[in-house]
């Protein structure tokens, strides 16, 4: 999951397998979720997105499923693949505010 | 269309120089954002636009850091003065913050970064 800290977490996980990637956000208001996924030597892309008046949402291979009570988000992916490893960041938006994004977590996924 | 694009994609420079690094936004996005990210950590905001105005430039680590946007689209970061703790990739963002039937609502879309390299 998510931490303040020089290093990133790190989640290692066999080609195949499930990975769950965890985010617990600061702001019991925010409203608006999105996991981005940063490839070695690229900018930040998009995966998916979540409203605060959802619980769960699913996209291809991919589901982000928000816990309001504990404010907490996750990213499961499904059979994961090699093309997988990357780091993975959550942000949360307030209101009319900007995206602010947690430190990431790095995706490791051995073949 | 194009995504955003940054320029150049690796700077060296030498303690003391100025760089100057390129933003080109997603055209018709309203709002641009500088970040930097070093070497195996997040996302540290720099600054953000609306438009030409920049509503937030409290990221901004030192006044050897400043950033324009010009007629609503390409943006400069310069950075005066480089210093060895400069090196880091410097990302940008665009967006366009849209209405939906119940809020605002903004997904930020990024360059591939420029690579700053302090000597």
């Known amino acids: 999951g998510e931490s303040v800290g020089l290093h990133l977490p790190t989640l290692s996980v066999q080609e195949g397998d499930n990975s769950i990637i965890n985010c617990a956000y600061s702001?019991?208001?925010?409203?608006?979720f999105i996991w981005y996924k940063q490839e070695s030597g690229k900018g930040p892309q998009f995966i998916i997105d979540?409203?605060?008046?959802?619980d769960k949402r699913q996209g291809q291979r991919v589901t982000v499923l928000l816990n309001k009570t504990v404010k907490h988000l996750s990213l499961q992916i499904a059979a994961t693949q090699p093309g997988d490893s990357a780091v993975y960041f959550c942000?949360?938006?307030?209101?009319?505010?900007?995206?602010?994004f947690g430190k990431g977590t790095m995706l490791l996924v051995s073949p | 269309g194009a995504g955003v694009s940054q320029s150049p994609s690796n700077k060296v420079t030498e303690k003391g120089k100025d760089v100057e690094l390129r933003c080109d936004p997603i055209s018709g996005h309203t709002a641009l954002y500088w970040y930097r990210q070093s070497l195996g950590q997040g996302l540290e905001f720099l600054i953000y636009f609306q438009g030409n105005s920049a509503p937030d430039k409290s990221g901004l680590p030192s006044d050897r850091f400043s950033a324009e946007r010009t007629g609503g689209s390409v943006s400069t970061l310069t950075i005066q003065r480089t210093q060895q703790e400069d090196s880091a990739v410097y990302l940008c963002a665009s967006s366009l913050l849209h209405r939906t039937e119940w809020r605002f609502q903004e997904t930020q879309y990024f360059g591939p970064g420029t690579r700053l390299l302090v000597l």
């Open positions: 979540i409203r605060s008046n959802m």
């Open positions: 942000a949360e938006q307030t209101g009319y505010s900007t995206l602010t």
């Open positions: 702001n019991s208001a925010s409203d608006y």
